[in-house]
């Protein structure tokens, strides 16, 4: 039966002299037998340091390659289902708070966007308030949506804390 052996990853710390190197910046990757021949061992290496110790490591090595410095992995976006976004905008109706009626309208847009939540029309109440009727797409059964006009910032202050009650930070 063959044997796996795991080679790591780059980790971006030159071999020759024991510098981080920053992303974009160019190196050379080496594989060779470790000491006890029981396994391989990667080793990074920074052009000046490869230039200056190439003659004496090639030898010993078994493969060497180039590449360059990846710049830090991004945050990784969250996938939420739809399915998981209609639910939550139906248990809010269930609520008057503010909390609530703020995060049920982000939502709203944000269902909006998806195009599976359509505008149809808005009406004043007595109290001067305005309730936007919708519907899902597919269904004519009317949702109201009470407008509590936030400014630009408050949405933003509302879709971060939407965000992170999504990837159950809160």
């Not at 004043?124 to 009470?146: C, N, R, T, Y």
């Amino acid at each position: 039966m063959a044997k796996e052996y795991n080679i790591a990853k780059p980790h971006c710390l030159c071999q020759g002299c024991n510098r981080q190197m920053p992303p974009g910046e160019k190196f050379v990757a080496t594989v060779r037998e470790s000491a006890d021949g029981e396994d391989y061992v990667r080793e990074d290496f920074c052009a000046a340091c490869w230039e200056t110790t190439r003659e004496q490591r090639v030898p010993s090595l078994l493969g060497s390659w180039q590449g360059q410095v990846s710049p830090p992995a991004e945050k990784k976006k969250v996938f939420i289902d739809d399915d998981l976004l209609v639910n939550f905008f139906a248990r809010l109706a269930q609520s008057d708070t503010a909390a609530a009626v703020n995060l049920r309208f982000v939502l709203a847009l944000i269902l909006m966007r998806k195009k599976l939540l359509i505008y149809d029309r808005m009406e004043k109440l007595p109290e001067d308030q305005e309730v936007w009727l919708m519907h899902f797409k597919g269904s004519q059964e009317a949702q109201q949506v009470i407008n509590p006009n936030l400014n630009e910032e408050k949405i933003a202050e509302v879709s971060g804390q939407l965000g992170q009650i999504m990837e159950g930070q809160l």
